[in-house]
């Protein structure tokens, strides 16, 4: 079964740093993309990096323009694994952290998207 777990998330004070790490496992054959999206209360989901895995795209990162500067997405292909270092963190930066992955299980190449449980970042002032 294929899933995606996440760790790091945490209390820190503003201007402080977290690491967050989600690893991928099961039987996966190739992944696409992996990533990081947070969701605030009374807020929707949003994007905050992701890092591409595929072809000429690969190592390809975008982040959401709250983020750039701040945040540095990173992955290790062996062990299936991607991070998100946060510098400078700001009270809004808090939010459920969640990683999503584009995952191909078989040799027909369809991607499926996995979400891991969430990690919580609070960033206090």
């Known amino acids: 079964q294929v899933q995606l777990v996440e760790s790091g998330g945490g209390l820190v004070q503003a201007g402080g740093s977290l690491r967050l790490s989600c690893a991928a496992s099961?039987?996966?054959?190739?992944?696409?993309?992996m990533g990081w999206y947070r969701q605030a209360p009374g807020n929707q989901r949003e994007l905050v990096a992701r890092?591409?895995?595929?072809?000429?795209?690969?190592?390809?990162?975008n982040y959401a323009d709250s983020v750039k500067g701040r945040f540095t997405i990173s992955r290790d292909n062996a062990k299936n694994m991607v991070y998100l270092q946060m510098n400078s963190l700001k009270p809004e930066d808090t939010a459920v952290y969640y990683c999503?992955?584009?995952?191909?299980?078989?040799?027909?190449?369809?991607?499926?998207?996995?979400w891991g449980q969430g990690t919580q970042v609070t960033v206090s002032s």
């Open positions: 999503n992955a584009g995952l191909v299980l078989a040799s027909n190449d369809l991607e499926y998207s996995y």
């Open positions: 890092i591409l895995s595929d072809g000429l795209s690969d190592g390809r990162t």
């Open positions: 099961g039987r996966i054959v190739r992944i696409k993309h």
